[in-house]
């Protein structure tokens, strides 16, 4: 079964440190995968996603098949980088369904 | 302002009392869903739609209906609401539905917090 998995409920780092989100997930096929961050009292918003490389609000995540993760890094955390981030699976199919990890609060300490 | 808006934003009703949270787009999606969010268990699809009338269960539909008469509008319905719907509920709508590929960016409401005594 297609499964999302964030092992860390929390995370806490001090501002300037490098933070990593883990995510590991289970999946048959080629997977696309996503992580949506939501910040305090704002709504679920998408971070980004591994087709586009991209690097947004410095972070990146690359796709490891053989390790079957999706980490979410960046180099130097900000404390507007704490928020609640959430590691998704595109599972295709006629629901367009995203599976979802439990979430991973980011807590940066000045 | 595109946006995904639900109302209620916050409500508190008793066991058995027919109730409609509603969720409308303004950016003409054609997918829309309906999640919700309690501890432990992240978020779950309740009820999705790929299109006008176009509706189908997720994970975990019991207790909820929904409609999709018209496109912007996608209300989640709990005719008999009982004290195990208490929780955070979020609406999403995306640009593909029925044809082409998905970008997979889902649009999030703010979420609607309920609570049943």
């Known amino acids: 079964a297609q499964r999302v998995t964030q092992p860390e409920k929390l995370l806490s780092v001090f501002k300037g440190a490098p933070v990593e989100l883990k995510c590991n997930y289970s999946?048959?096929?080629?997977?696309?995968l996503f992580w949506y961050v939501q910040y305090s009292r704002q709504r679920l918003q998408l971070l980004l996603r591994?087709?586009?490389?991209?690097s947004i609000k410095g972070f990146t995540a690359d796709l490891n098949k053989g390790e079957t993760s999706f980490h979410l890094k960046k180099p130097f955390a900000q404390e507007e980088d704490s928020a609640m981030y959430y590691c998704?699976?595109?599972?295709?199919?006629?629901?367009?369904?995203?599976?979802w990890g439990l979430g991973t609060s980011l807590a940066v300490n000045p | 302002e595109a946006q995904v808006t639900q109302n209620p934003r916050y409500l508190i009703t008793v066991t058995g009392k027919k109730l409609t949270v509603t969720c409308s787009q303004n950016?003409?999606?054609?997918?829309m869903s309906w999640y919700r969010q309690d501890p432990g268990l992240g978020l779950r699809q309740i009820y999705y739609?790929?299109?006008?009338?176009?509706?189908d269960k997720g994970d975990v539909p019991e207790g909820y209906k929904v409609s999709r008469k018209e496109k912007r509008n996608f209300p989640l319905i709990l005719e008999s609401p009982s004290p195990n719907q208490t929780s955070l509920y979020f609406c999403?709508?995306?640009?593909?539905?029925?044809?082409?590929?998905?970008?997979?960016?889902?649009?999030f409401g703010e979420g609607s917090r309920l609570t049943v005594l």
């Open positions: 999403a709508s995306s640009l593909s539905g029925l044809a082409g590929g998905w970008a997979g960016e889902l649009f």
């Open positions: 950016m003409n999606h054609e997918y």
């Open positions: 739609s790929m299109n006008v009338e176009v509706t």
């Open positions: 999946y048959s096929g080629s997977p696309e």
């Open positions: 591994h087709i586009s490389r991209e």
């Open positions: 998704a699976l595109y599972h295709p199919g006629n629901n367009r369904k995203l599976i």
